[in-house]
């Protein structure tokens, strides 16, 4: 810390000097006043004596020149009186103040006030006394003295006269100091030796002791840690010293705190500036640099509004400094720019700062820099909102869109949504890949916005293949905006039909159309989508390119399904399921082989038909379940006694595409040969050509895993699917079911005829075991055996399916005739 220099006259060691100096020299002056004024008094008493006795002689004398008649030398004796030093008149006067004897003849018979120059008053005071009296004339320097003059009485006529006597006082404070000299030499050489040690006294005890203190709290300044002020003693100083040193440690430890305040502060990631009351930046710390851009030196003393963008609405300003000049700290979002020219979004946090008289002094504000922040938000909001593949609104958006028309709907007004869904869009993924169905799914939705935008709708990306166009409400009858509806979803068809160019490649493609008018009863956003939903499942059953518009109908059979599927759940739990068989016979009638077929029979509602619930199963996880209860059971009837004491070629079971594709089919099967401990080659997995098309790779190597196990593979309704012989060659497939719908109503010359023996001849050629579901006559059968001896049959004509355990408990060696039956 720079100590600012002292004046000359202004310094303590100075101001002592002057002071032991003025002192020294009242010393001086009043032992010397003393002196003069003790020698003067004693020189005055020593003339008074000397007056008095010259009085007194005068009296004598005057007495004896009466006595002896020489009266005439009187004026002789008062010439030689004046004569003396110091005597500056002598008169002789009578009773009434007149001369009678004089030096000089000159003031014979005048007044004596006159000669002596004394007032009448003063005069007859004197003469009043009866005693020699002495009057000091101060202002004249002169002694008067009375002398009152007695003679005997035998000389009557000088009995009333009087001596005045008039002396110089010659002794001054100037003569009276000459000859004290010596006296008043030694006087002051003890004074200056008294002066000399008390400045050296002083200047011991204060000035240096005061020169330590300051250099202490100069030290202090400069930040020093410890100080110790070299001061010893009890007295004011001493204490005043020990305080500065108190207070230089409490000090030092605010400023260790206010020092890491300062750097956790210009370390800060915020943003922090201080200005003073003019708004006159004082400080900034390095993270207001680093945002801003500005140097410290190019901010400080200027105003804040070096940052200001001009894109902050003045409003934000006025209640800033509304919230400021009431005292209280403002809170709030600015636009800023920096020195670059970049706009940035702080969020500000000021507060006034009020000194012990309630003045603000000071402004401090805490800036967080937000822009990426803001831009996150955006983001978030963009991803919480949109989809970000198509940028239009999502079901999330879309949802709160509807609930905004809902809730402003007039009792008069009618609306209706749209579905819209891209028709086989997971085959084209499977064949061009997802980056080519998303760029497709843009052109879809950029065909929609385009077809939408010349009209009052509003439309939204759903997810996936699926969007929903929201037709505004407006007051007209149902029966015209059903007819406006169907007229909208024709042309929206149109419009979906419509090739899409896309890498150099022309795609035509469809869309399914499923619509709901709104209101409906007790329906909200969420209820509204479903019901268009399920209008949309509708129109996907025709195939494609069709519209469907919800019915109270599609509703209900939506809740059966969900009905079905919550009592699926309970009959998997509770173990309501039942596994029935049906048999397979060779030629001969042997039965060398059953299908399992799975059961369900409801406590209250009875049988309930595989065809009800095995779809609402496929829709769901639930039939990963129902498989694995399948194959547990399998593995129970291949290791009963039943099967293992006679010959058994096949239990066959149907498996679910989603087992192959999601399931760890390969691992179940193998935990189960392993508990059971049953003959995999006697486990018939039956796979439908359909599942063969939802993943071939997948589905493939699922086969060989299982095959690798020793289970066998039956391509189940072969001839119904697509490329049935393209994959044959592929799979590890041990036999091919002929399906009912080929069978029924062979060898009467029908045209199913040709096609059973081309299935026959391609089982044979390839050495598949061939099997014919759905034999109901003796003249289906005989065709049959006719054409391919070692075919196994499979239907009415050779028993019913039957609960598993009634059927091992029937079954006996070349017994399929009594099992039939």
């Known amino acids: 810390m720079t100590s600012t220099p002292i004046k000359f006259f202004q310094r303590l060691s100075t101001q002592i000097s002057l002071l032991v100096g003025f002192v020294g020299v009242a010393m001086f002056l009043s032992l010397a006043a003393f002196t003069i004024s003790e020698q003067a008094e004693e020189n005055r008493h020593v003339v008074e004596q000397e007056v008095r006795t010259t009085a007194q002689m005068m009296q004598a004398t005057f007495d004896?020149?009466?006595?002896?008649?020489?009266?005439?030398?009187?004026?002789?004796?008062?010439?030689?009186?004046?004569?003396?030093?110091?005597?500056?008149?002598?008169?002789?006067?009578?009773?009434?103040?007149?001369?009678?004897?004089?030096?000089?003849?000159?003031?014979?018979?005048?007044?004596?006030?006159?000669?002596?120059?004394?007032?009448?008053?003063?005069?007859?005071?004197?003469?009043?006394?009866t005693q020699i009296t002495l009057h000091h004339v101060k202002d004249q320097g002169r002694l008067i003295v009375?002398?009152?003059?007695?003679?005997?009485?035998?000389?009557?006529?000088?009995?009333?006269?009087?001596?005045?006597?008039?002396?110089?006082?010659?002794?001054?404070?100037?003569?009276?100091?000459?000859?004290?000299?010596?006296?008043?030499?030694?006087?002051?050489?003890?004074?200056?030796?008294?002066?000399?040690?008390?400045?050296?006294?002083?200047?011991?005890?204060?000035?240096?002791?005061?020169?330590?203190?300051?250099?202490?709290?100069?030290?202090?300044?400069?930040?020093?840690?410890?100080i110790s002020i070299d001061v010893r003693g009890r007295d004011d100083i001493a204490v005043l010293a020990r305080q500065v040193e108190a207070i230089a440690a409490e000090r030092h430890a605010h400023w260790s705190k206010l020092k890491n305040l300062e750097t956790a502060v210009d370390q800060s990631n915020e943003c922090i500036i201080i200005t003073n009351a003019k708004g006159e930046i004082e400080y900034v710390n390095k993270a207001f640099e680093w945002i801003t851009g500005y140097q410290r030196s190019e901010l400080i003393g200027n105003n804040p509004r070096i940052l200001k963008s001009g894109l902050t609405a003045q409003s934000v300003y006025r209640d800033l400094w509304q919230v400021l000049n009431q005292g209280k700290t403002w809170r709030g979002e600015l636009l800023n720019r920096r020195k670059d020219g970049q706009v940035y979004t702080v969020y500000s946090i000021i507060t006034p700062?009020?000194?012990?008289?309630?003045?603000?002094?000071?402004?401090?504000?805490?800036?967080?820099?937000?822009?990426?922040?803001?831009?996150?938000?955006?983001?978030?909001?963009?991803?919480?909102?949109?989809?970000?593949?198509?940028?239009?609104?999502?079901?999330?958006?879309?949802?709160?869109?509807i609930e905004q028309g809902l809730a402003s709907l007039e009792p008069s007004e009618l609306g209706y949504l749209l579905l819209v869904d891209i028709d086989r869009l997971q085959q084209i993924n499977d064949a061009r890949g997802h980056e080519f169905g998303n760029r497709l799914v843009q052109c879809f939705a950029k065909r929609l916005k385009q077809w939408s935008d010349n009209r009052s709708v509003q439309l939204a990306h759903l997810g996936a293949d699926l969007f929903a166009i929201l037709f505004p409400a407006q007051n007209v009858e149902r029966d015209s905006l059903k007819e406006q509806l169907y007229q909208t979803c024709d042309a929206l068809l149109a419009v979906t039909r419509k090739p899409i160019e896309l890498e150099d490649d022309v795609l035509t493609?469809?869309?399914?159309?499923?619509?709901?008018?709104?209101?409906?009863?007790?329906?909200?956003?969420?209820?509204?989508?479903?019901?268009?939903?399920?209008a949309l499942h509708k129109a996907k059953r025709y195939g494609g390119n069709h519209f469907a518009v919800y019915r109270q109908q599609y509703g209900d059979e939506i809740k059966r399904q969900f009905e079905v599927e919550r009592m699926l759940r309970q009959a998997i739990q509770h173990d309501q399921l039942e596994l029935?068989?049906?048999?397979?016979?060779?030629?001969?009638?042997?039965?060398?082989?059953?299908?399992?077929?799975?059961?369900?029979?409801?406590?209250?509602?009875g049988m309930i038909s595989p065809g009800v619930f095995i779809p609402i199963a496929e829709r769901s996880d639930l039939i990963l379940a129902i498989d694995h209860w399948v194959l547990n059971r399998?593995?129970?009837?291949?290791?009963?006694?039943?099967?293992?004491?006679?010959?058994?070629?096949?239990?066959?079971?149907?498996?679910?595409?989603?087992?192959?594709?999601?399931?760890?089919?390969?691992q179940t099967v193998s935990e189960l040969i392993e508990t059971y401990q049953f003959n995999p080659?006697?486990?018939?997995?039956?796979?439908?050509?359909?599942?063969?098309?939802?993943?071939?790779?997948?589905?493939?190597?699922?086969?060989?895993?299982?095959?690798r196990l020793g289970v066998r593979f039956s391509i189940d309704d072969f001839g119904t699917g697509y490329s049935s012989l393209a994959y044959i060659q592929k799979l590890p497939v041990s036999e091919l079911k002929i399906d009912q719908s080929f069978v029924r109503g062979i060898g009467e010359k029908s045209t199913h005829d040709a096609l059973v023996e081309t299935i026959l001849s391609i089982g044979e050629h390839l050495g598949l075991r061939l099997v014919a579901e759905g034999v109901e006559t003796e003249r289906e059968a005989q065709f049959l055996i006719e054409r391919c001896p070692t075919i196994v049959m499979q239907g009415y004509l050779y028993g019913y399916p039957t609960p598993a355990q009634e059927w091992l408990s029937s079954f006996k060696p070349n017994c399929s005739t009594t099992l039939s039956k």
């Open 509 to 534: 493609m469809s869309a399914s159309i499923g619509a709901v008018i709104y209101p409906q009863k007790e329906g909200n956003a969420e209820q509204l989508l479903r019901r268009a939903e399920t």
């Open 146 to 226: 009375y002398v009152p003059l007695s003679v005997s009485s035998d000389y009557p006529e000088f009995r009333p006269y009087s001596l005045m006597l008039a002396f110089q006082q010659g002794h001054t404070w100037w003569t009276v100091a000459q000859s004290r000299v010596t006296t008043l030499a030694i006087q002051f050489l003890i004074v200056m030796v008294l002066v000399v040690l008390l400045h050296r006294y002083l200047n011991y005890r204060i000035t240096k002791r005061l020169g330590r203190m300051q250099a202490g709290v100069q030290a202090m300044g400069e930040e020093q840690q410890h």
């Open 580 to 605: 029935y068989l049906q048999s397979q016979v060779n030629a001969a009638g042997t039965v060398v082989s059953a299908e399992g077929l799975i059961r369900w029979h409801h406590p209250q509602q």
């Open 681 to 707: 080659s006697q486990l018939m997995i039956e796979v439908t050509e359909g599942v063969l098309i939802e993943d071939t790779e997948k589905v493939i190597e699922v086969m060989h895993q299982l095959s």
């Open 634 to 666: 399998a593995a129970q009837i291949l290791t009963s006694d039943e099967i293992a004491e006679h010959h058994f070629d096949a239990l066959s079971v149907n498996i679910s595409a989603r087992h192959f594709l999601r399931g760890n089919l390969a």
């Open 353 to 401: 700062v009020y000194n012990d008289q309630g003045e603000c002094t000071h402004y401090i504000a805490v800036e967080d820099d937000i822009t990426e922040r803001k831009a996150d938000e955006q983001r978030l909001h963009f991803m919480a909102y949109y989809e970000t593949l198509t940028g239009l609104p999502n079901r999330q958006h879309m949802t709160q869109i």
């Open 64 to 129: 004896r020149v009466v006595r002896y008649e020489r009266t005439d030398l009187l004026d002789e004796i008062l010439r030689q009186l004046k004569q003396q030093p110091n005597v500056l008149a002598a008169f002789i006067y009578d009773r009434n103040g007149d001369i009678v004897f004089a030096p000089e003849p000159t003031w014979i018979d005048a007044p004596l006030y006159q000669a002596l120059r004394l007032s009448p008053e003063t005069w007859q005071t004197l003469n009043n006394n």
